[in-house]
């Protein structure tokens, strides 16, 4: 499965090759021209495949998913053979204590230590863990030996391996860095379409550590319209109140109104739900303002991007284990295959 | 002018949905400008062609206002909501707000009159729409309410939702309507998404390319009982920005502004901001960047449903807006 393959690839944002690498082998069938640019995006081009049939139809279409995930830098050797780290994206310091990570081109084990549970005392369990004394275990017992397995500036992630979770039911699967693993996936999905325009697929670089690469991809490919895959924030566990689960697994793709980085063009959100109803697609809108896409990059580039982005529901994101529906997924790629379609008409003005 | 603002102010347009404030603007300018259009992001841009030889001028005003978006329907009908920029939530306690449908809302706060309660919190707060239950609501997930308060004229005061920064918008569009033959090409552009991060201004900025901005845009002032000093006041004149959270103004732009108020003698006050932001900054940083200023018009209770500005301020900045834009200039 492919998901598994990018899931289990590693690619802090700035590293991005080997999700690159598999990615490249899957479409390079689908798609006319592609380039790796300066800050490590890979573009694709899939020429129109059709007449477009209209006026108002758009001659260039970009969509983005982002390739890198959240992780580590190591920015220190202790003399004991402990790593110290630095935290690429947004990271939670309560999840980190003990978990595994992976360290480096050659993927040296780690832990990230913590003390047990017998040698805290009774009010600092109450506390937060204060991770900005915490160091990787890599096993090593001084700062040479260290030194053999690791460098300074390289990349750690969690360790996770994938895994199907439920074969029938919402068909779950769990893994790291399903935030926006999945949105790639869908991506090269798409590319398997034929559209009436030319379709540019960026798998973009850095997003999370500032929507960086989908800054300079937008500027280059110069769309008329973008649309950003994403995985996105899910808190459907149960709640005190009736606040508003953010989006629930399950449920079909998410649609975003607003978020913290853009506001969706209201005709492509309208696009997506008339297609999704025509279809009988479930979706759902994101429930909430919280977060932001590269489509808050793309839709300012140069004169303004008409842009709108569409997410599958993903637990526990930015944790070392994320879960998300296939079904969900597959919704997802049918959602934006026929939007991507209905699109070739044209938007009004 | 004061039905121009009256118009402006009591328009609905929500950063993301600023299309009546945009019609309502195309409206009143069509007659008087050589182009009009409309951009990706809805930024409407009018263009004021010059007799040649001048500058080419970008002004900015921004059409959109603060406001709320619906987030969760509860199962008796009551909303959640999240902001659309810089809500304050006690500010909002007992407005109503008004949806681009027409429904009217009431913001709810249980705690309320419980003795010694804390400022409230967006999750504590809530819309009651006067729903019925069995009844379909008149709003759903994903739409947006701006407040909605009627404009008040006071005289010489005058008090309403969105002065922020519809006042800029009247100032803009009665300086465009006003101005006579210039050497400069201007481009007014009523920009949008101000309040969530100056979007509209950045890109339309990119498209119009100029080579001097200046937006227009309320500032604070510090002439309340207990302000927070600032040396700036309702009645003083327009106010000629210096500095604010995003940007330090060209002093080219910010003499041009203070040499003209002087040669026309009119008051005029300078405005050092400590906190709040304007298209100024994303006009500034666009391309290569932009000689950038901001001609302010002092505004107290900004992001309440309840903004005051001071008549002859306004009337002084259409003047000395326009005067600015007739003459060649040099920065």
């Known amino acids: ?349 | 002018m004061k039905e121009l603002i009256k118009k402006l102010v009591e328009a609905y347009g929500p950063s993301g949905y600023e299309v009546p404030v945009r019609d309502l603007i195309a409206d009143i300018v069509r007659e008087s400008v050589d182009e009009l259009r409309t951009d990706s992001l809805g930024n409407l841009i009018a263009l004021k062609k010059g007799t040649g030889g001048g500058k080419r001028i970008m002004i900015a005003a921004h059409m959109d206002e603060i406001g709320l978006i619906v987030t969760y329907v509860d199962k008796k009908g009551f909303l959640r909501f999240g902001t659309v920029g810089g809500v304050l939530p006690l500010a909002t306690i007992g407005s109503r707000v008004r949806f681009a449908s027409g429904a009217i809302g009431v913001i709810g706060w249980e705690k309320w009159l419980q003795p010694s309660s804390e400022r409230p919190s967006l999750e504590e707060l809530f819309l009651d729409v006067g729903a019925i239950p069995g009844n379909q609501l008149p709003v759903g997930v994903g739409d947006v309410a701006s407040f909605d308060r009627p404009f008040v004229d006071m005289g010489q005061r005058l008090v309403a939702k969105a002065m922020d920064d519809r006042i800029g918008c009247a100032v803009a569009a009665q300086a465009l309507l006003d101005l006579g033959a210039t050497p400069n090409d201007i481009y007014f552009v009523f920009t949008t998404q101000e309040e969530v991060g100056l979007r509209g201004a950045l890109v339309s900025a990119f498209g119009v390319e100029p080579e001097v901005g200046v937006a227009i845009d309320v500032t604070k002032t510090g002439d309340t009982p207990e302000a927070h000093p600032m040396a700036v006041e309702l009645s003083g004149g327009p106010a000629i920005k210096v500095m604010d959270s995003d940007v330090l103004v060209h002093p080219g732009v910010k003499n041009w502004m203070i040499k003209t108020a002087q040669g026309l003698g009119i008051k005029y006050q300078l405005e050092v901001l400590e906190f709040g932001g304007t298209d100024t900054a994303a006009m500034q940083r666009s391309r290569g960047g932009i000689p950038a200023g901001c001609l302010s018009i002092p505004c107290r209770y900004i992001h309440t449903p309840s903004e005051m500005v001071d008549y002859g301020d306004v009337q002084g900045a259409v003047k000395l807006l326009g005067e600015m834009l007739s003459k060649p200039v040099e920065i």
């Open chain 1, 1 to 349: 499965m492919l998901l598994k393959e990018l899931s289990e690839a590693r690619g802090v944002s700035g590293n991005e090759a080997a999700i690159r690498d598999i990615i490249l082998n899957a479409v390079k069938g689908q798609v006319d021209e592609y380039r790796i640019d300066a800050l490590g995006n890979l573009i694709c081009l899939q020429k129109a495949r059709r007449q477009a049939q209209g006026e108002r139809s758009p001659r260039k279409v970009m969509v983005a998913a982002h390739m890198d995930e959240v992780g580590f830098v190591i920015t220190g050797i202790n003399g004991d053979g402990t790593l110290r780290f630095g935290k690429v994206g947004g990271i939670d310091d309560r999840i980190l204590p003990s978990k595994q990570v992976l360290i480096g081109q050659e993927s040296v084990p780690g832990v990230i230590g913590y003390r047990p549970i017998h040698l805290i005392p009774r009010a600092e369990r109450e506390r937060a863990v204060d991770t900005s004394k915490a160091a990787i275990d890599i096993g090593a017992t001084s700062k040479g030996g260290a030194e053999k397995l690791v460098k300074l500036g390289d990349y750690a992630t969690f360790r996770t391996a994938f895994e199907v979770l439920d074969e029938s039911g919402l068909r779950t699967v769990k893994g790291k860095a399903l935030d926006d693993r999945v949105g790639c996936a869908v991506l090269v999905e798409l590319l398997k379409g034929d559209y009436a325009f030319d379709l540019y697929a960026a798998f973009t670089a850095q997003e999370e550590a500032g929507l960086r690469g989908a800054r300079v991809a937008a500027y280059a490919t110069n769309p008329e319209v973008a649309f950003v895959l994403e995985g996105t924030v899910c808190d459907d566990l149960p709640k005190k109140k009736d606040l508003s689960p953010v989006t629930e697994v399950g449920k079909g793709p998410v649609i975003t109104f607003m978020d913290r980085s853009f506001v969706a063009d209201r005709r492509l959100v309208k696009l997506l739900v008339d297609t999704a109803k025509r279809l009988g697609i479930p979706y759902q809108f994101k429930q909430g303002t919280v977060g932001g896409t590269d489509a808050g990059a793309i839709h300012l580039t140069r004169e303004g991007v008409p842009s709108a982005a569409v997410s599958v529901p993903v637990r526990y994101i930015h944790a070392p284990v994320s879960l998300l529906s296939l079904i969900d997924l597959d919704y997802t790629v049918r959602l934006m295959r026929e939007t991507l379609h209905t699109l070739e008409g044209g938007l009004e003005s």
